[in-house]
């Protein structure tokens, strides 16, 4: 049974005690005034146009920053503190290593390949997954609700993920896309690498036809590989934010709360220790598949 397949079973499970417990206590009728979507909303805080460019500075820049200052600057500390005698942290990131060199980037290339691409791989799959972590800590960026210290109105906590943002994992996979085809051209020429995208041995008459299926293929690629993450870590969030409270509000269901706010710790448990980094692994994985599948020899 599948990680995905145990969290909708769960959720059909406080769906249905929800549902009882509205016929046994009743409803105090819709709350309209929260609306837990609103925490994806990016509304800028310091406004920047060049011309029709909008290059504002809201939550999802800030979570992008935030990310890849978390990456780096873990990666080069430990790099600093290497032991011969690893300690768990080291142990920890050596294992990291292992997984996207030799498993990700390794399985799916040949050795001058994953010499090539596996500081871009790799970088991926970390940036990513301390991406999906960071957004799991409630931080101070819901500007919808503030609290006031000595004075100051400080943004209310919430939590947010820039990988939750499409714009973000839509950059990813651009650069992911335009860059098998490139390595690919560059491998066997534009002829050849079109070439290489029909099997030998086709008759005349499917050729055609089967080019057309892998030009759409190829398009495909663009919103699988962004939808994937994108979503995944959308409905996580969002499970969390409903079953953390924003059900209870939503139905007027007091006594309902306890079980919502249980399944809220049980899917962010759930999030953390298998979404997060099975979504790194997954987009790191298919883009080393399609790396090296661009300079194969055979399709």
């Known amino acids: 049974m599948t990680g995905r397949r145990v969290a909708v079973i769960l959720g059909g499970v406080v769906l249905a005690m929800v549902v009882a417990l509205f016929g046994i206590f009743g409803s105090e009728g819709q709350n309209l005034d929260y609306q837990p979507q609103n925490e994806f909303k990016l509304d800028p805080w310091i406004s920047i146009h060049i011309g029709s460019l909008d290059m504002s500075i809201n939550k999802a820049v800030l979570y992008v920053w935030l990310a890849t200052i978390i990456t780096v600057g873990f990666m080069v500390y430990v790099a600093k503190r290497m032991q011969e005698k690893p300690n768990n942290v080291q142990t920890a990131v050596e294992s990291i290593y292992d997984l996207s060199y030799r ?118 690629r663009l919103i699988s590989l962004t939808i994937r993450l994108f979503a995944n870590i959308l409905a996580g969030h969002l499970l969390i934010l409903f079953m953390g409270g924003g059900l209870v509000v939503l139905l007027g269901i007091a006594a309902v709360g306890p079980i919502t706010v249980l399944a809220a710790v049980l899917f962010f448990i759930f999030e953390v220790v298998l979404i997060a980094g099975l979504q790194a692994f997954i987009f790191a994985t298919l883009t080393a598949i399609y790396l090296g599948g661009a300079v194969a020899e055979t399709h």
Request: aromatic share 16%.
């Open 103 to 220: 498993n990700i980037t390794r399985g799916n290339m040949d050795d001058e390949m994953a010499r090539k691409w596996f500081p871009f791989i790799g970088a991926l799959f970390l940036w990513i997954l301390f991406s999906n972590l960071l957004g799991y800590i409630p931080l101070p960026t819901n500007t919808l609700e503030k609290f006031n210290i000595f004075g100051a109105e400080i943004p209310g906590f919430a939590i947010y993920a820039a990988t939750a943002n499409i714009s973000i994992p839509l950059v990813l996979t651009l650069v992911v896309w335009i860059s098998y085809h490139v390595e690919g051209i560059r491998a066997k020429g534009v002829i050849g690498y079109f070439k290489s995208w029909i099997p030998a041995g086709v008759p005349d008459a499917a050729r055609v036809p089967l080019f057309g299926i892998e030009v759409i293929s190829h398009f495909v």
